[in-house]
């Protein structure tokens, strides 16, 4: 099966015997069946499950009733989604159509719903983990509209390097500090130096700052020296998790030149503790970016008819600020940004294709991030860099409080999801992180 094929698992019509999930507000339906890691009270062991509706099936538990495919079994065992990344689209592929099959009102009765029912847990009594060991992360600069906006914070007279329209722009992360959502973030201090200083001080980060990216978790590997041609990288990507990449906005601009990000930006990595998979969201896969006129074509090892058919995503990502006034006074977040991952200028197949060009070998549960996720209009700018002009022009919130960019107690909620007519809507669940004082 390809990326974009159809099959039974995404008929919008289908509903789950599980109640919750036939909900219209429920990010899990029986479409989606994301993957994830877990564990509850009663058994602290890491187990791997899908959400579905408000419940998590546990795959262990499934694996020992003999209800899934021999192929993915033993992955099913596991604690971490590596082995299972490792296996490939073809025994997702099953994987998905079986799970489909045991949670669909039109395929499962009795007796087997009651054997299933034993095998379910409730989301609210589970503490999700991070979904794979993750080796590697690279964060890449796939906006233009970012690229652009913030390169004219910096460089007025030319907010775009020559590099940009050749290339998908990325940097290794640090994969040591990635962490799952609701772990709180801990200020950073570092070098900063103001431009009339004569020499930088060490402190707390004053200028903290969010990034609205997607994450892609890598399937199966590539041996070094082995490239993955562009056609071929769709069969490399598992699925996708929603992606903040914390960022101090006055230690980067310190120590970002001559080598880029550093510790800026390794102190903390949050991620969505659901991955959802490609072939999830098939049915909103769109034509990549369309580059305007004058814009160089990608060069032939970046260049794939498919890929320009097929390798955009139709997908909402948002971004909401909860105060820590909000909090006290029970307000809800409020809602900063809302963009499009279609409107990103490299496509994921492109960004694992160059990333392994030089015969860089990536193994699975390695992470891809996309770059900050910006669209073409204020409202549709990921990052409070863009949204407050570097701190230049303050965001007022509804409660009359003021943000140029992030203060202790903030938390900052990501959320995405997919949905267009003849479907049904999928969502990302969701990506949080409180803002600790620096220690």
């Not at 369309?290 to 008819?305: E, F, I, K, S, W």
């Amino acid at each position: 099966m390809t990326p974009t094929s159809l099959n039974f698992t995404h008929q919008p019509d289908r509903c789950s015997w599980i109640e919750s999930a036939g909900q219209s507000s429920t990010d899990f339906p029986l479409q989606n069946l994301p993957f994830g890691v877990f564990l509850t009270a009663e058994d602290p062991t890491p187990r791997i499950g899908v959400a579905i509706g408000d419940q998590i099936l546990d795959l262990l538990a499934l694996a020992q009733l003999d209800l899934l495919p021999a192929a993915a079994r033993t992955a099913c065992r596991q604690t971490s989604l590596n082995e299972l990344l490792a296996a490939g689209p073809a025994v997702w592929t099953d994987l998905r159509a079986r799970l489909s099959e045991l949670l669909g009102a039109d395929t499962c009765a009795e007796p087997l719903r009651t054997q299933i029912q034993r095998c379910l847990v409730p989301q609210n009594s589970a503490t999700l983990l991070l979904p794979a060991a993750i080796g590697d992360y690279t964060d890449f600069y796939a906006s233009i509209f970012h690229a652009t906006n913030a390169g004219k914070l910096f460089r007025p007279d030319q907010p775009l390097l020559p590099n940009y329209k050749w290339v998908p722009i990325g940097y290794h992360g640090r994969s040591s500090s990635i962490t799952v959502s609701g772990a709180p973030v801990r200020r950073p201090a570092g070098q900063s130096k103001s431009p009339a200083a004569p020499a930088p001080v060490f402190g707390p980060c004053r200028q903290l700052d969010y990034e609205l990216e997607l994450g892609a978790l890598v399937g199966p590997g590539n041996p070094p020296g082995t490239p993955v041609p562009l056609a071929s990288a769709p069969g490399h990507l598992f699925g996708v998790v929603l992606l903040n990449d914390w960022s101090a906005r006055d230690l980067q601009a310190w120590e970002y030149q001559p080598l880029g990000p550093f510790l800026a930006k390794n102190f903390a990595t949050t991620i969505s503790p659901w991955v959802v998979t490609m072939e999830a969201l098939a049915p909103f896969r769109v034509p990549a970016f369309v580059r305007p006129a004058g814009d160089p074509a990608p060069l032939p090892y970046l260049t794939d008819d498919a890929d320009a058919a097929h390798g955009g995503l139709d997908l909402t990502l948002e971004v909401w600020l909860h105060t820590e006034k909000m909090q006290a006074a029970g307000a809800a977040p409020h809602r900063l940004s809302s963009g499009s991952f279609a409107s990103m200028y490299w496509t994921l197949a492109q960004m694992l294709a160059h990333h392994t060009s030089n015969g860089c070998n990536l193994r699975p549960g390695d992470l891809l991030g996309s770059g900050t996720v910006s669209g073409p209009t204020p409202d549709s700018r990921g990052c409070l860099l863009e949204l407050t002009s570097r701190g230049t022009e303050p965001l007022r919130l509804p409660n009359g409080e003021e943000r140029r960019f992030l203060e202790d107690g903030d938390e900052v909620i990501l959320r995405g999801y997919a949905e267009r007519s003849g479907t049904r809507r999928i969502g990302l669940g969701v990506c949080r992180g409180r803002v600790l004082p620096a220690g």
